[in-house]
């Protein structure tokens, strides 16, 4: 396929050298939702050499309206995002090894999974592990670009931390659980989503090819039709504890939880420390006599006494059915058990 | 006077996009932030995680203001729009 890429070589500040860089660029990507899917589609389509992405969750119908590259039969057999976006990223370009990992993004996992890259895409959904790939960007001077929207908003700004600031530098910690809305809470638009992957993309494709990215933080409000860029070159705190004195705290496991509410969805997400392949045949057996089970290769679906647990190959749980932290450790126990 | 500018979840908090407040000379964003707070008390929890701009620059709240200059409020958004 010669021609496959030849609109973007002909874009001159991409050309013929850009594309190689491209084709030979590996890329992280951490979170495969909404930004996730359209960042990862566009990262595709331009022919980068390797795409990792992952993601804890699986496909629900709720996803559909803006999440584009998941289908209904996705929902109908309840597929893992990162496997899901795996198959549909390798139909629309066969050159790129793509590999989806099903996993909790963790302060324990995220420097074997990101390490070996040249840049990482935000996808995530939350603060904390945005902290923890800011602390993996800083420690291994790797660039990332930041995405995040919600309603009809969105913001993003790609970090370069050995000259100009980073996460830490703009927010010192992670914000109070209430201070931030979430998509569940107050919706999300689809058009916002793929203004804000869009810009990341944009920046991953002049970082890739040896050029600066943009210095400007951009926020963008489609409905409202407001476009603003922020300035940021002189952003970078000499107090920060993250890229100027090293303390890497999130990536320590200092500032983890293992019990995270999913706010809004009525659900609690438990990573247990031991992790390993659940036996879901044993389980399947044990759980069909107090309740609905249903399982594939990847997860297991138990539906008990008002609450769903989905229960994945990694070890992890989603309580669905309560924001009660210690109502879902409860659950945990009585049904999964340790 | 001096233009004050809120995005997203502060928009609605305060149910303004924007507005503008007389200023008497040179002061702090955070001495503006405090005179806001009096009105909207629940700006309150936002006071450590927003973003400040001003004049269209990255800022703190111990930037200095003057009349004629824009203050713009962003918190923190987290989603990806799971």
Same mark, same amino acid.
């Given at each position: 396929m010669a021609d496959r890429y030849s609109r973007q070589v002909l874009f001159s500040d991409i050309g013929e050298v850009g594309q190689e860089k491209i084709r030979s660029s590996r890329v992280a990507l951490v979170g495969c939702g909404a930004l996730g899917s359209v960042s990862a589609e566009m990262l595709t389509r331009a022919g980068v050499g390797k795409l990792r992405l992952m993601d804890r969750d699986f496909v629900e119908e709720s996803n559909l309206q803006r999440q584009s590259l998941f289908t209904e039969e996705h929902v109908s057999k309840g597929v893992p995002k990162a496997a899901a976006a795996e198959s549909?990223?390798?139909a629309i370009n066969s050159?790129?090894?793509?590999?989806?990992?099903?996993?909790?993004?963790?302060w324990d996992n995220i420097e074997g999974l990101c390490r070996d890259h040249d840049i990482i895409v935000d996808g995530t959904d939350n603060f904390e592990t945005r902290f923890l790939i800011n602390d993996v960007a800083v420690k291994h001077s790797l660039p990332w670009v930041y995405g995040a929207c919600v309603g009809s908003y969105g913001i993003s700004f790609a970090f370069e931390s050995g000259t100009f600031a980073c996460l830490q530098c703009l927010f010192e910690r992670p914000p109070e659980v209430g201070t931030s809305q979430t %998509?569940?809470?107050?919706g999300i638009l689809g058009p916002v989503v793929h203004v804000i992957a869009a810009y990341q993309v944009t920046q991953v494709l002049k970082i890739l090819t040896d050029q600066s990215p943009s210095r400007k933080i951009l926020q963008v409000d489609v409905w409202n039709g407001t476009w603003q860029t922020l300035g940021a070159e002189r952003a970078k705190s000499q107090q920060c504890r993250c890229c100027q004195q090293h303390e890497f705290r999130f990536l320590e496991g200092e500032e983890?939880?293992?019990?995270?509410?999913? %706010?809004?969805r009525g659900a609690v997400q438990v990573s247990p420390q031991q992790k390993g392949p659940p036996d879901f045949h044993d389980l399947s057996q044990r759980l069909d006599k107090s309740g609905q089970v249903d399982f594939n290769q990847h997860m297991m679906r138990i539906q008990i006494e008002g609450y769903e647990i989905a229960l994945f190959a990694d070890g992890r749980s989603i309580i669905r059915?309560?924001?009660?932290i210690s109502e879902a450790r409860a659950v945990y126990a009585k049904y999964i058990g340790n | 006077m001096l233009k004050l500018r809120f995005f997203a979840s502060l928009k609605d908090l305060t149910g303004e996009s924007e507005m503008e407040v007389e200023l008497k000379g040179e002061t702090s964003v955070r001495e503006v932030f405090q005179q806001l707070k009096t009105r909207f008390p629940r700006l309150?929890?936002?006071e450590p995680v927003l973003l400040v701009a001003v004049n269209q620059e990255y800022s703190d709240m111990d930037s200095l203001v003057a009349p004629g200059d824009e203050v713009s409020f962003f918190p923190p958004v987290s989603g990806g729009a799971r």
């Amino acid at each position: 396929m010669a021609d496959r890429y030849s609109r973007q070589v002909l874009f001159s500040d991409i050309g013929e050298v850009g594309q190689e860089k491209i084709r030979s660029s590996r890329v992280a990507l951490v979170g495969c939702g909404a930004l996730g899917s359209v960042s990862a589609e566009m990262l595709t389509r331009a022919g980068v050499g390797k795409l990792r992405l992952m993601d804890r969750d699986f496909v629900e119908e709720s996803n559909l309206q803006r999440q584009s590259l998941f289908t209904e039969e996705h929902v109908s057999k309840g597929v893992p995002k990162a496997a899901a976006a795996e198959s549909t990223l390798r139909a629309i370009n066969s050159e790129v090894e793509i590999e989806g990992v099903i996993t909790d993004v963790r302060w324990d996992n995220i420097e074997g999974l990101c390490r070996d890259h040249d840049i990482i895409v935000d996808g995530t959904d939350n603060f904390e592990t945005r902290f923890l790939i800011n602390d993996v960007a800083v420690k291994h001077s790797l660039p990332w670009v930041y995405g995040a929207c919600v309603g009809s908003y969105g913001i993003s700004f790609a970090f370069e931390s050995g000259t100009f600031a980073c996460l830490q530098c703009l927010f010192e910690r992670p914000p109070e659980v209430g201070t931030s809305q979430t %998509c569940d809470t107050v919706g999300i638009l689809g058009p916002v989503v793929h203004v804000i992957a869009a810009y990341q993309v944009t920046q991953v494709l002049k970082i890739l090819t040896d050029q600066s990215p943009s210095r400007k933080i951009l926020q963008v409000d489609v409905w409202n039709g407001t476009w603003q860029t922020l300035g940021a070159e002189r952003a970078k705190s000499q107090q920060c504890r993250c890229c100027q004195q090293h303390e890497f705290r999130f990536l320590e496991g200092e500032e983890t939880t293992r019990m995270t509410r999913l %706010c809004g969805r009525g659900a609690v997400q438990v990573s247990p420390q031991q992790k390993g392949p659940p036996d879901f045949h044993d389980l399947s057996q044990r759980l069909d006599k107090s309740g609905q089970v249903d399982f594939n290769q990847h997860m297991m679906r138990i539906q008990i006494e008002g609450y769903e647990i989905a229960l994945f190959a990694d070890g992890r749980s989603i309580i669905r059915g309560t924001e009660d932290i210690s109502e879902a450790r409860a659950v945990y126990a009585k049904y999964i058990g340790n | 006077m001096l233009k004050l500018r809120f995005f997203a979840s502060l928009k609605d908090l305060t149910g303004e996009s924007e507005m503008e407040v007389e200023l008497k000379g040179e002061t702090s964003v955070r001495e503006v932030f405090q005179q806001l707070k009096t009105r909207f008390p629940r700006l309150e929890k936002y006071e450590p995680v927003l973003l400040v701009a001003v004049n269209q620059e990255y800022s703190d709240m111990d930037s200095l203001v003057a009349p004629g200059d824009e203050v713009s409020f962003f918190p923190p958004v987290s989603g990806g729009a799971r």
